[in-house]
């Protein structure tokens, strides 16, 4: 079975500072990755989804990027944070046409 | 675009009745459906899921539904608990690819 970590669990970040939220896949090589954020009125919304090193595909216009520089390490980042940045964000990994979710990390940007 | 919608925002069921949660989608494309339970401040995890060669699908207290040609399905669980107390999303995805999409969710309330 898979494990996905997901950190930090809770980050409080200032308007226009940078972000990093990082994410490492346990019991599965070269699986998909994903982003998700749940934003009230708008469920899980996909934010990126990787299919392997390097490869990174963005669904919605944004002021997030992300990153994945090993098999198995998924990286989230924005160089400066906006207030509509602020929401629940959630790395998935898939198996079997199943997404499995880490814990999620709590962004509130002031 | 919201390509899977879920109505209701909220429902509250007492305990022992049973709970129903709707879904509609508006791809064509989509034949693979999935529910996620979710609780507060934790990642969703699967409950069961459902393809379009099936209209039925069963898993102990909760049960799928499929109507594909009204592009509806909808999650039964009977008896309702009041651990089952969580928001309730729904996912497409064109059959068994990984690109799910979701709902905006249903909060379940179960009372006793």
């Known amino acids: 079975s898979q494990t996905i970590h997901q950190w930090p669990a809770t980050l409080v970040q200032p308007v226009g500072s940078p972000l990093s939220l990082e994410c490492t896949v346990e019991?599965?090589?070269?699986?998909?990755l994903y982003w998700y954020r749940q934003a009230a009125g708008r469920g899980l919304q996909l934010l990126f989804y990787?299919?392997?090193?390097?490869?990174i595909s963005s669904e919605v216009p944004q002021n997030l990027s992300a990153s994945r520089p090993q098999d198995r390490q998924f990286i989230l980042s924005s160089k400066k944070l906006l207030l509509s940045d602020s929401g629940f964000y959630l790395c998935?990994?898939?198996?079997?046409?199943?997404?499995?979710f880490g814990e999620g990390s709590r962004l509130t940007v002031l | 675009d919201q390509q899977v919608k879920q109505n209701s925002p909220s429902l509250s069921v007492q305990e022992g009745r049973i709970s129903i949660l709707n879904c509609d989608y508006t791809?064509?494309?989509?034949?693979?459906f999935l529910w996620y339970k979710k609780y507060p401040a934790e990642g969703p995890t699967f409950l069961i899921s459902?393809?379009?060669?099936?209209d039925k699908n069963e898993d102990g207290r909760f049960t799928v539904f499929l109507n594909k040609s009204a592009k509806h399905l909808s999650l039964h669980i009977v008896p309702s608990q009041p651990g089952d107390s969580a928001v309730y999303f729904c996912?497409?995805?064109?059959?068994?690819?990984?690109?799910?999409?979701f709902g905006t969710g249903t909060r379940l309330q179960v009372f006793p």
């Open positions: 998935a990994s898939s198996w079997d046409g199943e997404l499995f």
């Open positions: 019991g599965t090589s070269n699986p998909n």
């Open positions: 990787s299919v392997g090193i390097g490869q």
């Open positions: 791809n064509s494309m989509f034949d693979y």
């Open positions: 459902i393809s379009s060669i099936k």
């Open positions: 996912a497409a995805s064109e059959y068994r690819t990984d690109k799910l999409i």
